[in-house]
């Protein structure tokens, strides 16, 4: 009667440990307190001298000991039982590898295939042990021990049931902390990305701009090549003409009479006389032609102008942008410019208002060639401007760019602002330009852009930017 | 009989410019402010020279130049242009469809030269006693499909990929064209032709095919293998020596200067081979009289005896039938006693005319030698600064 009634009791005690460890587990405010809390209540319960948590290594080779509780008076072994090789340990890990608790009830009759296992405990004068295995996803990852190094055979058969509980939530524990552990990671590694996106996004947008640049460039370079050309030609034909007229200066100079002319010379003087004129004045053309280039480049492309929120003449950008793209211009049928004067200006970034007439209307070229290939007479863009009130009452300026190009089907105006999308072959366009500017309509400058376009027939971009921001 | 030259050009004032320059030469000059103008011109007149701007509205340059080519395939096609877009411009020079390009601003006498430059040699290998001569030594090599093919691509601005396609449907000429691309082009060590033709640029892996022929029937000539090592080294150094002296490596469209300079004397091995022997023997016997440090063109006397037209003349002939490059040709032309007045790109002569000289030396092959123009090398790029440069490169390239 009284076994019963002291084993009924001391599995009552056994039971109300484990639901107390449970509960601890469940709210888990401070893992590591509760798993040592854990090993404490156990190792008491179970007179342990020692309670020890070992978690195996990634790599699977070798184990450290993470977790220790010691009797009053028992010397703590944690630090020297790291980097443990787990294979040391055959028959201890073949044990509990299913998930099966281990009950070593006496060290001293542990059979030759123990052979390691016995002479570590025995070591350590362990007479019996308890270990439950960790379980991760089926597969063996630790295990908790409870060393006795006074008595033996301390558990009973019927108390294992609890005990593979506790095992349970031991693994719960550490699965828990371990995914906790993942998402961390993943977090920092997402953090990471997010960075190393808008790095990037900030690098594809300057190469864009560059790209947009390059193309500027080589057709800058075109127009000012032209009239050098011819000027610096020119420059040196006068420093002939003027060699000959020298000649025949010097000679009147000497002799005091005119020199007599062979029909050769005759003809070559008549030459030089009445083409002087026309030399002087193609200079004089060329260069205020570089001149006028070079001025436009320069407004263009302030810097100062991207980050400056200032007045804009909008007259004055698209003159501006045109001149820059003149040599694009050459061939086309007809271009009309429909300016609404006076516009007001708009307060905008200079810079990237730019930027979006360069866009727009290099586009609407672009489309214009893809339609008249072998016809660019046939070609017609049109640019207006207007003054008006938006459906908010706000004063805006318009800018409307239409073209006579091949037009967009459907799904390409859906898809016109989307980054990366483009119809142009590859190498001929990053795809980025018309998400960049509707970045700068929209957001930049809290404006509209309207697209109207038939497949075939034509394209119309309407530009609204606010007067005041 | 003048020549004709016709400038086409979509700016008066660049053509006015042009007609002051060549209002004191001896040309009959034509001004064409449309392409189309100028077609129609050709279709009852004829012209011997065409100069012509590239960005023109309505017909531009190359469409122009295409047109021309068709009509009256002899006329001389200069690009003169402001536009920097060098992938169509290199194109057109690779292809042979622009057979010198002018950038603007250009330099009037420098411009003057160039065309008479390029007239003259043209005029020289035209004469059609040359051709006489060249076919009474021996039949032409035939031009392979192949080439025609991808003369064919390029135009159409085929991809590598295409191209490579083509290339390894004649296992051959692959093969062939690999072997010479990894010993005649310095880190070039590819397994790929698609690689080979990214690296080597098309043209250059199109003039390879082109004058393979010569090499091939060549290979088994005495004498062949040096001469074929020879042109490989060439072909390295004058990239290298390039890039020394201008810091930047050597434009595409010269890319086989070195490995084309001596064709005319491959050429003479296949088809006139005793004479060619003979010739040698003579060299090499006149060799052993002379004194060592002699360093005599005895090669370029004794060619003049034997035959009736020089392996320069030869060489720079087949090059310009074949339409290569014109740089190309007056190298091969000019590599052995360069003459600056004659001479259009005088930079690139001068270092084949060294790199050639020093290879020779190299590899122990006097009796083809011929004496350096120090004077030329060092007024055209300073170069003998940089003679024992190129020999130890050389013999670097040769242990390996």
């Not at chain 1, 009924?8 to 460890?21: D, K, M, P, Y």
């Not at chain 1, 080589?218 to 006068?238: C, D, R, W, Y």
């Not at chain 2, 892996?205 to 004058?211: K, M, S």
């Not at chain 2, 720079?316 to 259009?344: C, G, M, Q, T």
Request: aromatic residues 8%.
């Amino acid at each position: 009667m009284d076994c019963l009634e002291e084993r009924f009791q001391h599995r009552l005690a056994l039971e109300r440990i484990v639901s107390g460890i449970a509960r601890n587990f469940v709210m888990l405010e401070n893992p590591t307190d509760s798993i040592n809390h854990a090993l404490e209540e156990i190792g008491k319960y179970s007179r342990a001298s020692r309670a020890y948590i070992f978690e195996f290594q990634e790599d699977g080779i070798f184990m450290n000991n993470t977790y220790e509780w010691c009797r009053e008076g028992v010397a703590s072994e944690m630090e020297r039982l790291q980097n443990q090789k787990i294979n040391s340990f055959p028959w201890w890990m073949a044990q509990i590898k299913e998930g099966d608790i281990l009950n070593i009830k006496d060290v001293s009759k542990l059979g030759d295939e123990a052979q390691a296992e016995r002479e570590i405990l025995e070591l350590q004068s362990v007479k019996s042990a308890l270990i439950m295995p960790l379980m991760q996803r089926g597969i063996l990852n630790g295990f908790v021990g409870f060393d006795n190094v006074d008595a033996t055979g301390n558990w009973h058969d019927e108390d294992m049931t609890v005990l593979s509980i506790a095992a349970e939530f031991f693994s719960s524990v550490f699965n828990r902390l371990s995914a906790e552990k993942e998402i961390h990671n993943a977090k920092k590694e997402l953090e990471v990305s997010l960075e190393s996106l808008k790095h990037l996004q900030a690098q594809l947008i300057q190469q864009e701009q560059l790209v947009a640049i390059g193309q500027l460039a080589a057709g800058v370079a075109h127009e000012i090549n032209n009239p050098l050309g011819f000027v610096m030609s020119n420059q040196k034909t006068l420093q002939n003409y003027a060699n000959i007229l020298k000649g025949y200066a010097e000679y009147c100079l000497e002799r005091n009479e005119k020199p007599a002319l062979s029909d050769s010379d005759r003809k070559e003087l008549t030459y030089i006389v009445e083409d002087l004129d026309d030399v002087f004045s193609d200079i004089n053309e060329g260069l205020v032609r570089v001149k006028k280039i070079i001025k436009s480049m320069r407004i263009f492309s302030r810097i100062d102008r991207m980050t400056d929120y200032e007045p804009y003449d909008v007259k004055e950008g698209i003159e501006n942008t045109l001149v820059i793209i003149k040599s694009r211009l050459s061939g086309l049928g007809a271009l009309k410019l429909n300016i609404d004067t006076p516009i007001p200006m708009i307060q905008a970034y200079g810079g990237k208002i730019n930027q979006v007439l360069l866009n727009l209307i290099v586009n609407a070229l672009d489309a214009i060639k893809e339609a008249h290939p072998n016809s660019p007479g046939e070609g017609c863009l049109e640019i207006s401007t207007r003054t008006k009130r938006d459906k908010n009452e706000r004063k805006i300026v318009e800018i409307q760019i239409v073209d006579n190009g091949i037009g967009m089907t459907d799904e390409v105006k859906n898809k016109l602002f989307m980054p990366f999308y483009t119809t142009k072959k590859i190498g001929k366009g990053t795809g980025l330009g018309m998400s960049i500017v509707y970045d700068i309509v929209k957001n930049s400058h809290a404006g509209e852009i309207i697209v109207e376009s038939t497949e075939g027939v034509g394209t119309s971009i309407t530009v609204q930017l606010p007067v005041n921001s | 009989m003048s020549k004709v030259i016709a400038f086409v050009d979509d700016e008066q004032q660049i053509l006015r410019a042009l007609k002051r320059l060549f209002f004191q030469t001896d040309y009959t000059c034509l001004f064409f402010d449309k392409g189309g103008d100028l077609i129609q011109y050709l279709e009852s007149n004829k012209i011997d020279i065409l100069v012509t701007d590239i960005r023109m509205p309505e017909m531009d340059g190359i469409a122009l130049m295409h047109a021309v080519k068709r009509m009256q395939p002899k006329v001389i096609r200069i690009a003169l242009s402001g536009y920097t877009d060098s992938r169509q411009i290199l194109a057109a020079l690779d292809s042979g469809l622009a057979r010198l390009y002018i950038y603007k601003p250009w330099d009037n006498d420098q411009l003057l030269s160039k065309i008479e430059g390029l007239i003259r040699m043209n005029d020289q290998l035209a004469d059609p006693s040359l051709l006489q001569e060249i076919n009474g030594l021996g039949s032409l090599p035939t031009i392979p499909d192949l080439y025609a093919k991808i003369t064919d691509l390029i135009e159409k601005e085929a991809s590598a990929q295409e191209v490579a396609r083509l290339v390894d449907s004649d296992p051959a000429i692959a093969g062939k064209l690999l072997r010479i691309a990894n010993t005649a082009y310095y880190g070039l060590h590819t397994g790929s032709v698609q690689q080979a033709i990214v690296m080597l640029g098309m043209s250059n892996v199109r003039q390879i095919i082109l004058t393979n022929s010569v090499f091939e029937r060549a290979a088994y000539m005495p004498y062949a293998k040096d001469l074929w090592q020879h042109a490989s080294l060439v072909n390295q150094g004058v990239a290298y020596l390039y890039s020394l002296c201008y810091g930047k490596s050597l434009p595409n469209h010269q890319g086989t200067a070195g490995l084309m300079h001596t064709l005319g004397l491959l050429f003479l091995a296949t088809v006139k081979t005793d004479l060619y022997l003979e010739l040698i023997e003579a060299v090499e016997k006149e060799l052993q009289h002379s004194q060592t440090d002699n360093n005599q063109s005895i090669f370029d006397a004794l060619e003049t005896e034997f035959l009736p037209v020089r392996h320069p003349e030869i060489g720079s002939f087949l090059l310009n039938w074949w339409e290569l490059p014109f740089d190309i040709i007056e190298v091969a032309y000019h590599y052995r006693e360069p003459k600056p007045e004659l001479i259009v790109n005088k930079e690139l002569v001068a270092m084949v005319h060294l790199v050639s000289h020093v290879a020779f030396g190299l590899l122990g092959l006097t009796q083809f030698q011929y004496a350096l123009d120090k004077e030329f090398c060092d007024a055209n790029g300073n170069l003998t600064r940089h003679q024992l440069a190129i020999e130890d490169y050389l013999a670097s390239l040769l242990t390996n």
